[in-house]
């Protein structure tokens, strides 16, 4: 009477194996995919992230040019290289000479520290130990260098890897965009096998509905949050630039972090301003010449938010901030447009599928037939 359980187990346990075995290459091939194409991941991620925000733009020009797609993608990336790489190489190389310059001063006890101001002191907290060690680095800079040898040893390691990685975010930069273009000579294509991914992952009935909410949200957050700031912190750096103002490159970098938080750029703009008007440099038809054009390029976020911007960013706006630091964290400036973007992606998906419970609408139906009934 067990013979015929002793054979149930005996077929259970060979499916089983087999599944086992069969799930254990696919995990397997996934990993190895994942190992090969991870070095390009975030590459490709922001290509897609273009592709989708730069593809209405792109079919308009198509639709002027007689459908013709792939030279509508050549023009549009010739054009984001033009007006978004160049002044963005412009800006990084500053940022570069910038650090390589600090680090030099540094090294060769050149740096001259400024005293600090009184009311430093009344700083609540950490007042007097920034007074005193202002304090320590303006009487005698090589003396607190050389006790700070290792962390300073290891943060200058740091920037020199910063610097190093400036060159190789700029070349991202370029192959995004004509990444960008070839996705959106397809972008037809890739708009149905989005549509297919989505239904095979959430269902046949709402696989549309995450499919309009994802590309949204990436383009709100691209063009309207990311975009801003960027084009921003470009039209802020150079008129850095221009106007001689030191460390022109970090203060744009500074602008874009302000400009993704959603922080006006007046806060770096009119201390530049400042700057210009009490060091004695400029005279009066030059400095009220570079305080024209930073206070315009300060307030520059509130012309572009309307043209840029055209539905409000459901995700809030901390969601995109750590996002964006994260991102910057693990795959440098490139990384900071990715990162914020696929947090507030990730973020929007969610709050979808918390909102749209199976379970709840399908006790609407039953109520809704029970009060028809």
Known sequence: MNSPDIELERRIASRLLDVLIRAGLIVA???????IFSPFLTLMVWALILAVTLFPLHQMLAAKMGGRQGWSAT???????????APTAVLMSSLGDSVQQLITEVQSNTLVVPPPRDGVSEWPLVGKKVHALWSRAHADLPALIQSMQPQIGDIAKSALAFVAGIGVGL????GSFIIAGIIMAFGKAGSGASLAIFSRIVGPERGPEFTKLSTATIRAVAA??????LIQAIIVGLCLLLAGIPFAGVLALIVLVLGIAQVPALL????????IWTTGDYGTGEAALYTALLFVAGMADNVLKPLMLGRGVDAPMPVILIGALGGMAV????GMFVGATLLALGYQIFMGWVHTDPDALIGKEKSGTTVAG
């Not at 309207?224 to 700031?229: E, I, K, Q, R």
């Not at 770096?268 to 700057?275: E, G, Q, W």
């Open 29 to 35: 091939l996934a990993l190895l995919c994942y190992r």
């Open 75 to 85: 023009v549009l990336t010739l054009l984001g290289v033009a007006l978004i790489v």
């Open 171 to 174: 070349l991202a930069f370029v």
């Open 224 to 229: 309207g949050v990311l975009g801003v700031a």
């Open 268 to 275: 770096v703009t009119l201390p530049a301003i400042a700057y």
């Open 331 to 334: 795959s440098g400036i490139l």
